[in-house]
C-alpha cells in the first residue's frame, strides 16, 4: 500500500468521524442528563432551546387555530412560522426568543428596525423561558409599530424589549415601563387576522 492511499484512507476514516461526532453533539444539544441525589441512574432532562420553544408555540397556535396549517419559515421568511389558512392565504410570524435568568418569568430581544420597516411579518412573537415554560407575547405589525414609537432606537438600528412578568405585572421595562399585559398570550390572534 503506498503512503497516498493510506493517507486517502485515514482522511476518509476522519470525515466520517467527524460526522458522527457532529451528530451526536446536535443530539446532546437537545438533552442534558442530571444526577438525581437519591438516584443512582442519571435522568434524561430536556434542554429548552429556541427550537424547542417555537415548536411549542407552534403546537398551541395550531390547536388555538385549527384552520392554519403550520410550518418552519425558511431564512427568506424570517425563521419564525408561517400560518397558511383554508383559502391560501398566509400569515408569517417573526420569532424571538429568549430564556429568563432571575427569579421570575424575563427576557430579553432584539430587534432590529429593518424586521418591523419591511412588510413581510404579520406577527411579531416574543417567547420567554422560565423554568420549562414559556410566556409567550403577540403583537400585530401596526401594534409592534405603535409600540416602538415610544421607545428609543438604539445603536442606530436597534430596538430593546425586556419583558418582565412579576407580582401579577406583566410589563416591559427596557426604556420605560409599559404595561403589556394585552399582548400575551394572544393565542387566537391568527384567527383574528384573517
Same mark, same amino acid.
Given at each position: ?25 446536535? !443530539? $446532546?444539544?437537545?438533552?442534558? @442528563? ?5 438516584? &443512582?441512574? /442519571?435522568?434524561?432532562?430536556?434542554? *429548552? ?40 392565504? !398566509? $400569515?408569517?410570524?417573526?420569532? @424571538? ?5 432571575? &427569579?421570575? /418569568?424575563?427576557?430579553?430581544?432584539? *430587534? ?46 436597534? @430596538? ?5 412578568? &412579576? ?28
Amino acid at each position: 500500500m503506498s503512503n497516498d492511499s493510506i493517507v486517502l484512507e485515514l482522511f476518509g476514516r476522519v470525515q466520517k468521524l467527524e460526522e458522527k461526532v457532529r451528530f451526536l453533539e446536535g !443530539k $446532546l444539544e437537545s438533552q442534558e @442528563y442530571v444526577q438525581e441525589e437519591d438516584n &443512582e441512574e /442519571p435522568v434524561k432532562q430536556t434542554l *429548552v432551546t429556541r427550537a424547542n420553544s417555537r415548536d411549542y408555540v407552534a403546537d398551541r397556535l395550531q390547536q388555538e387555530n385549527p384552520q392554519f396549517s403550520i410550518r418552519k419559515a425558511n431564512r427568506e421568511e424570517g425563521s419564525g412560522l408561517v400560518l397558511t389558512d383554508e383559502q391560501g392565504e !398566509k $400569515l408569517i410570524l417573526k420569532y @424571538y426568543y429568549s430564556k429568563s435568568f432571575l &427569579e421570575f /418569568p424575563s427576557g430579553w430581544h432584539t *430587534v432590529d428596525i429593518s424586521d418591523i420597516e419591511n412588510d413581510i411579518f404579520d406577527i411579531y412573537t416574543f417567547a420567554v423561558s422560565y423554568q420549562e415554560e414559556y410566556f409567550v407575547f403577540f403583537y400585530t405589525r401596526d401594534e409592534l409599530k405603535s409600540f416602538v414609537s415610544r421607545k428609543r432606537l438604539n445603536s442606530s438600528t436597534k @430596538y430593546y424589549f425586556y419583558f418582565h412578568i &412579576e407580582n401579577g405585572k406583566i410589563v416591559e421595562v427596557r426604556d420605560d415601563e409599559y404595561n403589556v399585559s394585552k399582548y400575551y398570550d394572544r393565542w387566537d390572534l391568527p384567527s383574528q387576522l384573517v
